[in-house]
């Protein structure tokens, strides 16, 4: 009996062992290929092409003809913020050039409390533009993409005839549109909030934009670019988690 019970505790031991050994094989393949590929995403950082890859995103099926009859902006993380406030100058911008289109502002709260409210911000914000109240429509019930126009489409009659803008960041633009269209909308249009950007030369003085190699410590690519390609490059990778999710959902 007690040979019998050791032989057990061995072969517990071996497996145990055994398991160890295969977990720390896949730990090593695991941190090897995620070694390469944060080594990929760095020197892809010292190029443009993150900044594409964000462009795309944001101009693949933004395009649109025809003057909207609603123009759709989509709510940020609060308000005040930086994607907030963009999104308001865009929407104000849109809303002066389509003077005959209603503005929708799609962000969850609580009616209770609309007065403090987030989407009532970005109202505040984009009606200091001159943008008349009466225009403004809420959608305030949906909390992803895909019931943000679900609720939209409850909101506007006969959705087969009418065009909608999307306003809303460039990576977030292209599940936007395609969301809303798998909902019934058939004539969708986007207008991505991309930010300008300033002048490199800027950041430089005179001296030094007359040198062709720069000192590390004032290259504008280590100091700025590369970083904000590192960005891109993070917003990317997570909207195409998005996508993909979108995608399996049957959503897009």
Known sequence: M??????IIYDMIKSLKY???KTLVMLKYLFITLGIIFFILLLL????????????????K???????HYIVVMGAGGMPSPEGLMRCFYAAQAANQYPNSEVIIAMPTLIDFFEISHPYRMFREIHYKGIDSTRFLFEIHGTNTRTQALEIAKMIPNIDNVSIVIITSPEHMLRS???????GFREVGGIPTFE??????????EAERKLKIKSLAR???MRYNMWNYIKYEILV??????LTFYWLRGWV
């Open 2 to 7: 007690a040979i019998f019970t050791l032989e």
């Open 196 to 205: 300008d950007v300033l002048d490199e030369d800027l950041l430089l003085d």
């Open 62 to 68: 933004s395009n649109f003809e025809s003057d909207p």
């Open 237 to 242: 990778i997570r909207e195409v988690m998005a």
């Open 177 to 183: 549109v395609l969301t809303f269209e798998k909902v």
């Open 219 to 221: 290259n504008v690519t």
């Open 45 to 60: 950082s010292f190029t443009s092409q993150p900044f594409w890859a964000y462009h795309w995103l944001g101009t693949h």
């Open 19 to 21: 398991f160890y050994l």
